[in-house]
């Protein structure tokens, strides 16, 4: 009988994280302002360069770090980290370039640059790269 009840209350569990998504997904949809930030997301104005075109996507990811960094001077976190996560969308090699900030950011700040990365659409999966941040000494993001 033991087993009965672990499946009943598994299907229970189940079906509570369900109704929680449910609701949760109405919620976020029927707020006033989810499609605003949608569309905002989608024309955020941001124009990246050709990425077969090395000099430009070396242009843009100079331009964006130094943007970042002046921004991060001045005390806006927000927009800096904003610039210095469109530079790591096109950086060659992320995770050097990862491991560079985290040495050189404040602990807060680079925590909310590991969370601006999951939203740049061009951005790999950098979930693996949170436990790789120490592999490589080097930096060379542009080839």
Do not use: W
Request: proline fraction near 6%.
């Amino acid at each position: 009988m033991g087993g009965k009840s672990s499946t009943i209350a598994a299907g229970v569990c189940g079906a509570l994280f369900v109704g929680y998504c449910i609701y949760f997904d109405r919620k976020r949809r029927s707020d006033p302002n989810f499609k605003n930030r949608l569309r905002e997301r989608e024309c955020s104005g941001l124009k990246l360069p050709d990425l077969k075109d090395a000099e430009a996507v070396q242009k843009f990811f100079l331009e964006e770090i130094q943007l970042g960094e002046e921004l991060l001077a001045q005390g806006d976190y927000e927009n800096g980290v904003e610039h210095l996560t469109n530079a790591i969308a096109v950086c060659g090699q992320p995770q050097q370039l990862l491991q560079v900030l985290q040495q050189t950011l404040p602990p807060p700040v680079f925590q909310m640059l590991l969370t601006k990365l999951p939203t740049i659409s061009q951005v790999q999966s950098f979930s693996p790269l949170q436990g790789h941040l120490t592999d490589t000494p080097t930096l060379g993001c542009v080839q």
